[in-house]
């Protein structure tokens, strides 16, 4: 799969950081990884957590790891893979770390890329790898992996997207 453009890159990695964050407190950092051997072992960390965390079914109309056994990364091939952190300790990490992500496939989707937030972060990053990969980019210790973004070009036709269910919306008044 081709490697998205730097432009691109840094377009999304923007639109990240611009995210709204508890308090204007900006604390979510972003590693952008290019490298496909890291990526690729990260990657099977992560489907080994999917694998234990014994998810069920998840899409018959998208492809999941946890549907699809012949997947063998979390990532599923994408060329860029980035990891969003964040200050462990703040009652607001989720939730800011999920806003990033969310600027960040908005942006994607403007310029054309495919993107996908993945889950697993905290899994994934607290092994052995996880820990010295933190380390060698100077990721503060009290900071943790929240989540990913995948970002790269659909080999093939683009998923349609599924018709939304009925009832999910309430007006209380």
């Not at 300790?89 to 937030?117: G, K, R, T």
Request: glycine share 8%; hydrophobic share 40%.
């Amino acid at each position: 799969m081709d490697q998205i453009t730097d432009e691109e890159l840094n377009k999304i990695l923007e639109a990240g950081i611009y995210a709204p964050s508890a308090g204007g407190g900006q604390r979510a950092m972003i590693v952008a990884l290019q490298n496909r051997e890291i990526s690729a072992e990260l990657g099977r960390i992560n489907v080994a957590a999917m694998k234990l965390a014994k998810v069920g079914h998840v899409s018959s109309e998208q492809p999941s790891i946890i549907d699809d056994p012949t997947l063998p990364s979390g990532f599923y091939g994408a060329p860029t893979v980035c990891v969003i952190f964040h200050k462990e300790s703040n009652i607001y990490s989720m939730p800011d770390s999920f806003c990033c992500a969310e600027n960040m496939i908005l942006e994607a989707a403007d310029l054309n890329v495919a993107s996908a937030i993945i889950g697993r972060a905290e899994q994934t990053f607290d092994t052995e790898l996880g820990r010295k990969l933190m380390k060698e980019w100077d990721i503060p210790q009290d900071y943790i992996a929240r989540c990913f973004v995948i970002l790269g070009y659909i080999d093939g036709p683009y998923p349609s997207m599924k018709p939304r269910k009925e009832g999910r919306i309430r007006i209380v008044r």
